[in-house]
């Protein structure tokens, strides 16, 4: 079984994570999106809760049989190794994404050369966005709803307000 590691914040899930998860779906038989505790960012949803709210998607989108979802701390690859995963899923909006995710995917490989990097670019209306401007949206009153499940949505929303 070919099983992936998909790390993020997701603060929250966004339509732009949810269709690389999606697309990766295609390359890969199980999925791990792993939630990361980033001492760099303060969320607005709890480690608990984001796993939560993408459990609650994944079941609702029918993939909840190939993806579970953890919380994480610590290195990815480190991770990925202790599941078994042979495959890090990194998802590039932009130009100005690369440069970062070049350097990540570099380190990644010397600490384990056994675990790859696999680039995916979302589909291009979701370019854009992230969850940063999801959230930026959400305060200032903006509509979300083409941006993030409407679970996730009513969950921001009550957050916020």
Same mark, same amino acid.
């Given at each position: 079984m070919k099983r992936a590691l998909y790390?993020?914040?997701f603060d929250p899930i966004t339509n732009g994570h949810l269709d690389i998860l999606e697309r990766a779906l295609k390359l890969f038989d199980h999925i791990i999106v792993t939630v990361a505790k980033n001492p760099a960012k303060v969320p607005v949803f709890t480690t608990r809760e984001r796993?939560? =709210?993408i459990l609650e998607v994944v079941k609702q989108k029918g993939i909840d049989q190939r993806v579970s979802v953890e919380g994480f701390d610590g290195l990815v690859v480190d991770f990925a190794r202790n599941i078994n995963a042979c495959v890090i899923i990194r998802g590039l909006r932009a130009v100005s994404d690369f440069e970062y995710e070049l350097q990540m995917a570099l380190m990644n490989r010397? =600490?384990?050369d056994e675990v790859y990097t696999v680039f995916m670019m979302p589909h291009e209306k979701y370019t854009y =966005?992230?969850?940063t401007i999801v959230k930026e949206v959400a305060r200032l009153g903006g509509d979300i709803t083409d941006f993030v499940p409407e679970c996730v949505k009513n969950a =921001?929303?009550?957050k916020l307000f």
């Open positions: 790390p993020g914040t796993i939560d =709210l010397r =600490l384990a =966005l992230n969850s =921001l929303l009550k």
